[in-house]
């Protein structure tokens, strides 16, 4: 079976046509990836280190062609697509550097001449099952530390993403030995097909909650390590004594930026009652100022959706919102699946647009009487994954981070940033398993083995 990517920004555009890969063809990359993870885990971290930064020099000698991939392939705006690769090869970058560092801890032992210690040892083939919307940063911050730590790794992009996930696998074969990185292309039969293979040691997904949830429980069911970054319900809380202009930018393009298809993108905004109709006109005039036709116009800010289905979808979760549209709210009449940035104002924190991640440009906006109330509205969803507060009281801020119900709290910032030196993460339905990226990615991609010598 064959399947294409579109660009969505000009849908006769065509990035390619391949052949996906079936239960055979994974298999068979599992069995390679096997063979080729045995001299891997031998090779000097001194060589991965060099394998690593010599990857980051290459993707940086091609930023320019492969940030105009992800425009064309995913829509992402210019300036993001520019910093997103940016950001790929300072991961492989600081990769490179953790592999390193210390790879275990020596142990009082019952005898003062014996030696014991634990060490972190590769677990052999990692399997990274990935999502479209950051085709070059999350394949690569789950590689670089799967590599660094010495596993062969097998990438299965997203159908979306293809051409940017070839790219990225040019640039890795180049500079490691054969079949210790390889990509499978394909959609859910490839993905099954890694998850069972008995030479897979550990799957790391990232994509929406209800594929997340599937994929752990068949890893699981084979005690196979997995796991899983998932969907997003996002708020950010705006206090009485905000900066609310600030507040008011950061959220029109936390929400709207990359037409809200980030996992960290803000969903909600939740306003104290005394500053409500002031920061809702802000809000409406930071939405209706961003540029949103044509990602590869240096001024645009949010682009198109990925496809048609997920603009429908978007629509006709507005329409049965039970709330009112201050703006936006329609489909735009251009060739690609764009969708006018839409704000709905929202007498209950209830319906699709206060529960579910929409994954489009649309926030709803809720009103709350009190600091506390806003933070009982905020974690009133089944998903955790990131929270933002805008207030100037650092103290107050400081006693909500410990009450919001999120892996990632950001004061006065956007829901939507990533720091890739620190632990990346979310809570309740949106993370199952071990934090990703920082040092914190070792404790998924390695195993602890303890050793004891008695001379
Ligand atoms: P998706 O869940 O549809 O697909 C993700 C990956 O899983 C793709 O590679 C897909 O081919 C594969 N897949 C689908 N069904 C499978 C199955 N049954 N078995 C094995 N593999 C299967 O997600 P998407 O549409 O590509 O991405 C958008 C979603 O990703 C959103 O929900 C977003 O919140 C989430 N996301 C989360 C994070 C995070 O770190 N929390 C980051 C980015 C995106």
């Known amino acids: 079976m064959t399947f294409t990517s579109v660009n969505p920004h000009d849908p006769a555009d065509v990035l390619g046509e391949w052949q996906a890969a079936g239960p055979t063809e994974a298999a068979a990359a599992a069995s390679r990836a096997a063979t ?18 010599d990857a980051a020099a290459a993707l940086e000698q091609r930023s320019a062609e492969i940030t105009g991939l992800v425009v064309r392939e995913v829509g992402k705006p210019l300036s993001e697509a520019r ?57 690569l911050w789950k590689a670089a530390p799967s590599l660094a730590y010495g596993n062969a790794t097998i990438l299965k992009p997203a159908s979306a993403a293809a051409a940017t996930a070839l790219a990225l696998a040019d640039i890795l074969g180049a500079v490691l030995p054969p079949d210790v990185f390889q990509v499978v292309l394909g959609g859910a039969a490839a993905g099954t097909a890694l998850i069972d293979h008995p030479d897979v040691a550990a799957v790391s997904f990232t994509g929406s909650s209800a594929v997340g949830r599937q994929i752990s429980r068949r890893a699981a069911e084979r005690g196979c390590r997995v796991q899983a970054e998932m969907g997003g319900q996002n708020p950010s809380v705006v206090l009485a004594d905000a900066d609310l202009d600030r507040a008011a930018t950061a959220i029109a393009y936390a929400a709207m930026g990359f037409a809200g298809q980030k996992c960290t993108a803000t969903s909600r905004v939740i306003v104290e009652d005394s500053i409500y109709p002031r920061f809702r006109d802000r809000l409406a005039a930071a939405v209706e100022a961003l540029q949103v036709l044509d990602p590869a116009d240096g001024k645009t800010l949010v682009g198109p959706v990925i496809d048609p289905g997920s603009r429908e979808s978007a629509l006709a979760a507005v329409a049965s919102s039970g709330g009112r549209v201050l703006t936006g709210g329609t489909a735009l009449d251009a060739p690609g699946y764009y969708l006018s940035p839409t704000l709905v104002e929202l007498d209950q924190p209830a319906g699709p647009l206060a529960t579910e991640e929409v994954f489009a440009p649309v926030a709803a906006l809720i009103r709350a009487g009190t600091a506390d109330e806003a933070i009982a509205i905020a974690n009133a969803v089944r998903y955790g994954l990131v929270a933002a507060v805008f207030t100037s009281d650092l103290g107050g801020a400081l ?44 404790s998924f991609y390695t195993e602890s083995r303890t050793v004891l010598i008695v001379p």
């Not at 001299?39 to 971290?45: D, I, L, S």
């Open 399 to 442: 006693r909500l981070t410990r009450n919001l119900e999120a892996g990632m709290i950001r004061v006065n910032a956007p829901t939507s940033g990533v720091d890739f030196q620190a632990p990346f993460g979310g809570s309740k339905e949106s993370s199952y398993g071990p934090r990703e990226q920082g040092l914190a990615a070792r």
């Open 36 to 53: 080729a993870a045995a001299g891997w885990r031998e090779a000097p971290a001194a060589v991965r280190a060099k394998a690593l930064s």
């Open 83 to 139: 910093g997103e690769v940016a950001r790929g090869v300072a991961v492989l970058r600081y990769y490179a550097q953790a592999a390193l560092l210390p790879d275990g801890e020596t142990i009082p032992a019952a005898a003062a001449d014996q030696l014991l210690m634990a060490r972190h040892v590769p677990v052999g083939v990692a399997a990274l099952i990935t999502p479209w919307n950051f085709p070059v940063a999350i394949p």
